[in-house]
């Protein structure tokens, strides 16, 4: 069964760039059939999709963050990653990577989350 | 895009059922069969209750189900207990090839 674990500072600056990594087991991101999500949900709020990338590196993001997002995958560690730039405290969220099965576009499974917060 | 809307919470007494609405648009739960729901506790990872607008993953109770009528989703959860006292997100595909989710219902059983 494919599991997921999102790793990373602790603590981001405002301003910095927020960069985590999703470490995928017991499944390969190299395979098709899959993308690898980015969601994150704010404290007192809902769901909020960031982007995804396939295996072969391409990428589709929230147009509302598409300035600031960047996703990338290591295939040789099995991991994917997020950078978002320029973040402010609205950024302070919990931080949850995920698989999209490709051919029903529905997140199978998930990380535990990892908060994230944006402070001086 | 703007987020799905679903009703802020939603109750009910063991053993009846409960509803809980997902309303989007044409570009989204109106377009496509690739509405997907979860049940999220706080603190843990959010899990896959139904896909593809009515399909149930295996392991997940049978008192689950959902439907889609025009704009509109619905997650039925029959013989309401205990242990679904939780927040449930809808998500829905979109025309651009993104996702969105709905704000989230907090249901409560009394």
């Known amino acids: 069964q494919v599991q997921l674990q999102e790793s990373g500072p602790g603590l981001v600056r405002p301003s910095q760039t927020l960069s985590l990594t999703c470490t995928v087991t017991?499944?390969?991101?190299?395979?098709?059939?899959?993308?690898w999500s980015w969601i994150r949900q704010p404290a007192g709020k809902g769901l909020e999709w960031l982007g995804r990338?396939?295996?072969?590196?391409?990428?589709n993001y929230n147009p509302s963050l598409k300035s600031r997002v960047t996703m990338s995958v290591d295939t040789s560690k099995n991991q994917f990653s997020l950078r978002l730039n320029y973040v402010t405290a609205a950024d302070t969220a919990v931080y949850y990577c995920?698989?999209?099965?490709?051919?029903?576009?529905?997140?199978?499974?998930w990380g535990q989350g990892t908060l994230v917060p944006v402070s001086s | 895009q703007s987020a799905l809307t679903q009703p802020a919470s939603v109750s009910g007494s063991p053993g009846q059922p409960i509803t809980i609405s997902c309303t989007g648009t044409?570009?989204?739960?109106?377009?496509?069969?690739?509405v997907s729901w979860y049940q999220h506790h706080p603190g843990k990872a959010p899990k896959l209750v139904i896909f593809g607008v009515t399909q149930r993953p295996s392991g997940v109770s049978d008192r689950f189900s959902g439907s889609k009528s025009g704009n509109t989703a619905s997650l039925t959860i029959s013989g309401l207990q205990a242990e679904d006292e939780a927040d449930y997100y809808c998500s829905s595909h979109t025309s651009s090839s993104t996702w969105v989710f709905g704000g989230g219902t907090k249901v409560t059983v009394l």
């Open positions: 990338i396939y295996t072969t590196g391409r990428t």
């Open positions: 017991g499944g390969s991101v190299s395979i098709g059939g899959y993308y």
């Open positions: 995920a698989r999209v099965v490709l051919s029903e576009a529905y997140f199978d499974s």
């Open positions: 044409s570009s989204d739960v109106g377009g496509f069969n690739f």
